[in-house]
């Protein structure tokens, strides 16, 4: 039975983060008892949805990297003295 619970709850966890992040973070802090069922299911359940959404982000900045390359800094010819001419090359 407690198993259901914690299945059906971290459906609902993972499914309102995915769509509703505010709301799903309101949610959490709003579980009086974090330790009852329902709470550890929707608690786990968003904190994967939170660990996808931050690997999927990593992934695609990593397949940028593969096909362009590190960013690289902009070059210059600002002169700490010169205030009134800033030309950026």
């Known amino acids: 039975m407690?198993?259901?619970?914690?299945q059906k709850a971290f459906n609902a966890g993972y499914l309102i983060e995915k769509y509703l992040p505010q709301l799903s973070k309101m949610l959490v802090q709003g579980f009086q008892d974090k330790t009852?069922?329902?709470a550890e299911g929707y608690i786990a359940g968003s904190?994967?949805?939170?660990?996808?959404?931050?690997?999927g982000k990593s992934a695609f900045l990593e397949k940028l990297k593969q096909?362009?390359?590190?960013?690289?800094q902009r070059k210059t010819t600002r002169n700490r003295d010169d205030r009134e001419m800033d030309i950026d090359i």
Do not use: D, H, L, V
């Not at 407690?2 to 914690?6: E, Y």
């Not at 904190?47 to 690997?55: F, I, P, Q, T």
């Open 36 to 38: 009852s069922p329902f």
């Open 67 to 72: 096909n362009y390359g590190e960013p690289t």
């Open 2 to 6: 407690a198993n259901a619970i914690i």
């Open 47 to 55: 904190k994967e949805m939170m660990a996808e959404r931050s690997r």
